[in-house]
């Protein structure tokens, strides 16, 4: 959650903060805010509401300036600042001039406090000389804070509800001149959570001290200016050399360079790698919305995802990072998928691929539960964790409860040297490239498609397919870029058309079965996050047991009929629900007429084998919840309380 920019060099820190802070927007937008060391004051704004707000809050002020705090201990003096690359973990050496712009910003997904502005970060210290910004949750500010209020010779005054704002006092608890490093290093000993944060202090301009612990904090280093942010779209428009920070490291930056170390004070080497990424990947280009760009850049996604993998026609080439292979693999007795939301979505589906055509068991866990429920697990398992992001909390504390128990754990995701990636065993990549809307749409498709990449190269190793069905599945494989293409052709307008029919409605219930139901759970889960309609999921053959009584003739309900070995048994149970007097939008194969008899509204995906179905199947679905969520005039960019990389539990 949340995003952070800072930023020391020569240009005017504020524009480039703003700039910074709008393509993390995607991160959190209940309030944001931008300090910058001007002189011997830190000049700040905050505001309420997303980016739209502080940058009104910006013009209308002009040169931002806020009134320094007073201190209760006396002046202060303005400290020298020390050259860094002398000694990069003490500091000592010759000071540099300070360069023309040192700042750092935040927008905020509320997590501690309501969303205001005094809760809105940056965050200060009494005397209002040390800002910080922080992404993260700091687990014991409680019994912090209340040591800072009762402190005998500098009592803290706290302006916030925040947890982030304790991090602030503490540094001021802990600095002596010229000693922001070492006391940003004392502060976190003393911090429980997992956090990363970067600080400030008006009295060494030109430096910046950040620290990660299990959330994202990665520097880019430009031509004499360096950046820091939560992730690389923050500064990529500046540099694209980044250097990534692991848990439980310290970097300080200056116009010059970064400097790394450990909590305990020992130094570190980080290699600058460079990043390939477009910026144009994060403008709209066009279209009224990012989801709506990242909904027709899926077929691009599964193309770049697809690859190189499939260039046989008889066999996946998979293309793992580290130390996995199909061959160790295959060796596995068990194969557990753990991810949230979309990505848990993603592994249901891979399930189903997985056993028919490999035959290995597998289970699907929800990666916040897993850990709390002593999983069985051990060294002749796989576990694969699926974040798009890299990030995701839980998923990474599944993992690391697999590995500790000894088995071998495969990373699924988008983004190259997230954490994700370096504590797995080995890592397999998705290609969807950068999505900026909060609701997951090509990375879902995405990741589902290296799913179905695994599975073939699994079965081919095995031997659990014959050769011509490997073919077979390889070519349709192939086809599913073309396919996404001619679906949102083809479809796109008919389901805009009925999107509008349903807007009004005030519950949906969405079914399937096989592997329709994981497709009916993201198609659900999508109008929830950006429609805020009511909405459930079901197998079909569970109605009977209970959500059926939720039905009457104001239910639209979304059924996923694509071609399987049950729809049949689909069909009864849409014959079930029409007798309630629900209104049925069925997602059905081109060619296949018999739903049409059933349904009110038939969406049409293209044929594909039935296992592939599902992906396809989801596409209409997202357009379907998107068109809802445009006619209810609801910004389906940013919809409330939901943020892109959920890096807290």
Not at 137 to 149: F, G, P
Not at 183 to 194: D, I, K, Q, S, W
Not at 428 to 452: D, M, N, P, S
Request: hydrophobic share 45%; with cysteine; charged share 20%.
């Amino acid at each position: 959650m949340c995003g952070i920019v800072g930023y020391v060099g020569p240009q005017e820190a504020r524009a480039l903060l703003m700039a910074g802070l709008e393509k993390l927007e995607y991160r959190g937008y209940d309030s944001a805010g931008i300090s910058v060391i001007d002189g011997d004051r830190i000049d700040a704004v905050r505001a309420v509401g997303n980016l739209s707000a502080l940058r009104t809050a910006l013009a209308e002020r002009g040169t931002v300036t806020r009134e320094t705090a007073s201190s209760e201990t006396g002046s202060f003096t303005a400290i020298s600042l020390t050259d860094l690359d002398a000694d990069p973990v003490s500091g000592a050496g010759e000071p540099p001039a300070p360069p023309h712009g040192t700042g750092i910003g935040h927008t905020r997904w509320a997590t501690h406090g309501g969303v205001t502005e005094a809760n809105a970060h940056p965050h200060y210290d009494s005397a209002d000389r040390i800002h910080i910004v922080l992404n993260g949750i700091v687990e014991n500010y409680v019994a912090l804070k209340a040591r800072l209020i009762a402190d005998p010779i500098r009592p803290a005054r706290f302006t916030s509800e925040t947890d982030a704002e304790v991090i602030a006092h503490l540094i001021a608890l802990h600095y002596r001149p010229g000693g922001l490093l070492d006391a940003v290093r004392a502060t976190y000993r003393e911090l429980e959570g997992h956090f990363s944060f970067v600080a400030m202090s008006v009295d060494e301009p030109g430096r910046l001290v950040g620290v990660r612990k299990e959330c994202p904090l990665i520097v880019g280093r430009g031509d004499g200016e360096t950046f820091i942010g939560s992730a690389v779209p923050a500064f990529m428009a500046h540099t694209r050399h980044v250097q990534y920070m692991n848990d439980d490291e310290i970097v300080v930056i200056t116009a010059e360079g970064a400097a790394f170390s450990t909590v305990a004070g020992e130094p570190l080497t980080r290699e600058i790698s460079v990043i390939d990424w477009d910026p144009e990947t994060a403008e709209k280009q066009g279209y009224e919305t990012f989801m709506l760009k990242e909904i027709h850049e899926q077929a691009d996604a599964v193309a770049d995802t697809i690859g190189e993998r499939a260039t046989r026609t008889d066999g996946i080439d998979l293309d793992f990072e580290g130390e996995m292979s199909t061959a160790l693999i295959a060796r596995a007795r068990r194969i557990v998928i753990v991810g949230c939301g979309t990505s848990y979505h993603a592994g249901l589906i891979g399930r189903y691929a997985i056993e028919q055509w490999a035959r290995v068991p597998v289970e699907v866990d929800v990666a916040s539960e897993y850990r709390y429920r002593t999983p069985i697990v051990g060294p002749d398992d796989l576990v694969i964790g699926i974040s798009q992001s890299g990030e995701t909390l839980d998923t990474l504390a599944a993992m690391r409860t697999a590995r500790g128990e000894g088995a071998r754990v495969l990373a699924l995701t988008n983004i190259m040297g997230s954490q994700m990636t370096r504590e797995a065993d080995g890592v397999l990549y998705t290609r969807a490239g950068l999505e900026i809307g909060v609701a997951a749409t090509k990375t879902f498709v995405a990741q589902v498609t290296a799913l179905y990449l695994l599975a073939l190269s699994l079965a081919e190793q095995r031997g659990t397919l014959d050769r011509a069905e490997l073919t077979r599945l390889v070519a349709e494989i192939r086809r599913l870029p073309h396919l996404i293409s001619h679906l949102l052709e083809a479809e796109e307008a008919h389901i805009r058309a009925i999107a509008d029919q349903l807007a009004p409605a005030n519950f949906f219930l969405y079914i399937g079965r096989h592997a329709g139901v994981p497709a009916a759970l993201e198609g659900a889960l999508k109008l929830k996050e950006i429609s805020y309609i009511a909405t459930d999921a079901y197998a079909a053959g569970e109605m009977k047991h209970g959500p059926i009584a939720l039905l009457d003739e104001s239910t639209p309900v979304v059924a996923v009929a694509t071609d399987s070995p049950v729809l049949a048994k689909l069909i009864s149970n849409v014959q079930e629900v029409r007798a309630r007097g629900a209104r049925v939008i069925a997602v059905a194969s081109e060619g296949n007429l018999t739903i049409g008899g059933h349904a009110h509204e038939v969406i049409r995906v293209p044929q594909t084998d039935p296992l592939l179905a599902p992906l396809l199947a989801v596409v209409p679905l997202q357009v379907l919840a998107y068109g809802i969520a445009r006619r209810r005039g609801l910004n389906v960019d940013q919809p409330r309380n939901l943020a892109k990389t959920v890096t807290v539990e």
